[in-house]
Antibody, heavy 119, light 111 residues
């Protein structure tokens, strides 16, 4: 069965960086893209970006350009999302999700990783 | 501000039907049949309930149905059950650079 398993919760100080991992199993990793979606406390879903696990092409949300980098390691079927220069409003649960391109939807999601930014 | 507009909340009694709307533009909802709906219980990850406007993934109850008219998509839940109480988000393909946009979410309360 398809599973996306994310790394554990993180606490970071303002200005620091965080790198969240998302290990995929149960399908051919390079056949699907991975998106990252975050959710601030009590708020809705915010699309952060997408990466092709096939060729590494990326597409980032404009508001995060320059602070976010998404990568994949096909040898371990793992996707990564690094966010730099953290601010308090980056405090959120970060989800990875498999993108089903033919239907433009997210058919499987990771369990989420809480990132807390606090001094 | 989210790209797709949803009501903040809806409610219904057990057994009743409710409909959640999702309004976009001709650049997203109205232009493509790639609307999907997600259910999110507190503290849990979103779950795909509807894709391509009206298709249900395997395992999703047939009490959930989707439709679209013009720039507005709708999710209907019939025979409401207590377990349906959750937040619901719509999303759509968009011709903008992000390719996918979300609605702001709707909190469903089962009275």
């Amino acid at each position: 069965q398809v599973q996306l398993v994310q790394s554990g919760a993180e606490v970071k100080k303002p200005g620091a960086s965080v790198k969240v991992s998302c290990k995929a199993s149960g399908y051919t990793f390079t056949s699907y893209g991975i998106s990252w979606v975050r959710q601030a406390p009590g708020q809705g879903l915010e699309w952060m970006g997408w990466i092709s696990a096939y060729n590494g092409n990326t597409n980032y949300a404009q508001k995060l350009q320059g602070r976010v980098t998404m990568t994949t390691d096909t040898s371990t079927s793992t996707a990564y999302m690094e966010l730099r220069s953290l601010r308090s409003d980056d405090t959120a649960v970060y989800y990875c999700a498999r993108f089903e391109e033919r239907a433009s939807c997210y058919d499987y999601w990771g369990q989420g990783t809480l990132v807390t930014v606090s001094s | 501000q989210s790209a797709l507009t949803q009501p903040a909340s809806v409610s219904g009694s057990p057994g009743q039907s409710i409909t959640i709307s999702c309004t976009g533009t001709s650049s997203d909802v109205g232009g493509y049949n790639y609307v999907s709906w997600y259910q999110q219980h507190p503290g849990k990850a979103p779950k795909l309930m509807i894709y391509e406007v009206s298709n249900r993934p395997s395992g999703v109850s047939n009490r959930f149905s989707g439709s679209k008219s013009g720039n507005t998509a709708s999710l209907t839940i019939s025979g409401l059950q207590a377990e349906d109480e959750a937040d619901y988000y719509c999303s759509s393909y968009t011709s903008s650079s992000t390719h996918v946009v979300f609605g702001g979410g709707t909190k469903l309360t089962v009275l």
